[in-house]
């Protein structure tokens, strides 16, 4: 079954203490990316991936790092959380061919206290 | 600059028709997109709509697009109570970032 599959689902944690949330996806497909939806706001892009090794900053890329080493995964890395930072997360992922059609894992909630 | 503005609440009557409206700012923008969230739960793609098209039928659901006033409508017929959710238009822009609206809650009444 084609899916983004995204760890953990719920977290609460402290400030400060780093954190990486997994997204995985099995389409193999090239583009991958990170939001964060927060009531009001509708859903903001952290940061995005064309490919293995190319990343770049989305719209709200303060606080947060992440890597594309293999294809399949996009983990988002939080080095020193902040309460501003609790949040639901989504990870997507759709093909460069056709990025019009989006694939979004189920989400991370996020709590940071 | 890029922006999606939606109306944040809608309720109607469960058997009416709903109309979710969305008005975005990028005029480069080829695909529209209507994503539906239950409670709890992740984003589904409900449909989209490319950029020359004006309307696009898929069973309940109806996408309008107007392209002059930069506006995009969804009317889902006979609305149910499991139609009760939160809808999202957005946008793509060339990088193939998705810009969102607020999100329009549908509450739908027995």
């Known amino acids: 079954e084609a899916q983004v599959t995204q760890n953990p689902r719920y977290l609460i944690t402290v400030t400060g203490k780093k954190l990486t949330v997994t997204c995985s996806q099995n389409?193999?497909?090239?583009?991958m990316s990170w939001y964060r939806q927060d009531p009001g706001l509708g859903l903001r892009q952290i940061y995005y991936?064309?490919?293995?090794?190319?990343?770049d900053k989305g719209d709200v890329p303060e606080g947060y790092k992440v890597s594309r080493k293999e294809k399949r995964n996009f983990p988002l890395i939080l080095e020193s959380p902040s309460p501003n930072q609790t949040s639901l997360y989504f990870c997507?992922?759709?093909?460069?061919?056709?990025?019009?059609?989006?694939?979004f894992g189920p989400g991370t909630r996020l709590t940071v206290t | 600059g890029e922006d999606v503005e939606q109306s944040l609440f809608l309720s109607v009557r469960e058997g009416d028709s709903s109309v979710i409206n969305c008005t975005y700012t990028d005029s480069s923008s080829t695909y529209l997109y209507w994503y539906k969230q239950e409670p709890g739960a992740g984003l589904q793609l409900l449909t989209y709509i490319f950029s020359n098209m004006d309307m696009k039928q898929d069973q309940r659901l109806t996408v309008l697009l107007n392209k002059k006033d930069k506006h995009l409508s969804l009317r889902i017929a006979d609305t149910q109570t499991g139609d009760s959710a939160i809808y999202f238009c957005a946008e793509r822009s060339n990088t193939g970032k998705l810009i969102f609206g607020q999100g329009t809650t549908l509450q739908v009444k027995p």
């Open positions: 997507a992922s759709s093909s460069l061919a056709a990025t019009y059609e989006q694939y």
């Open positions: 389409m193999n497909h090239e583009y």
């Open positions: 991936s064309m490919n293995v090794e190319v990343t």
